[in-house]
Nanobody, 124 residues
Framework: QVQLVESGGGLVQAGGSLKLSCAGS????????MGWFRQAPGKEREFVAA???????QYADSVKGRFTISRDNAKNSVYLQMNSLKPEDTAVYYC??????????????????WGQGTQITVSS
């Protein structure tokens, strides 16, 4: 069992920055791929970014150049630095993890463990 807990959500103005954190416990040390998805009201959950145990990142086109994913294997944690935020980034952001190497373009069913989600609201 893997438990994932996100933190760092909140309200920010367009153009601002936020950093999300996700701490894993349980068998989190087993996780090869860790990443972030988001779900806006009325929309499906979509891929944002993922990172392998070795540190290789993947990004959705919509966030490339603005978001940076990083990972601390010793802490079983993954982070998402979000810069130049836009109103369309407003969503609930979920941390995800899986034992296998996932990608390119991971989908929700690729991940076996999920956090509870944290709300990001970007005001215009």
């Amino acid at each position: 069992q893997v438990q994932l807990v996100e933190s760092g959500g909140g309200l920010v103005q367009a153009g601002g920055s936020l950093k999300l954190s996700c701490a894993g416990s349980g068998r989190a040390f087993d996780m090869n791929t860790m990443g972030w998805f988001r779900q806006a009201p009325g929309k499906e959950r979509e891929f944002v970014a993922a990172i392998s145990r070795s540190g290789r990142p993947q990004y959705a086109d919509s966030v490339k150049g603005r978001f940076t994913i990083s990972r601390d294997n010793a802490k079983n944690s993954v982070y998402l630095q979000m810069n130049s935020l836009k109103p369309e980034d407003t969503a609930v952001y979920y941390c995800a993890a899986d034992r296998k190497q996932r990608g390119p373009d991971p989908i929700t069913s690729d991940f076996g463990s999920w956090g509870q989600g944290t709300q990001i609201t970007v005001s215009s």
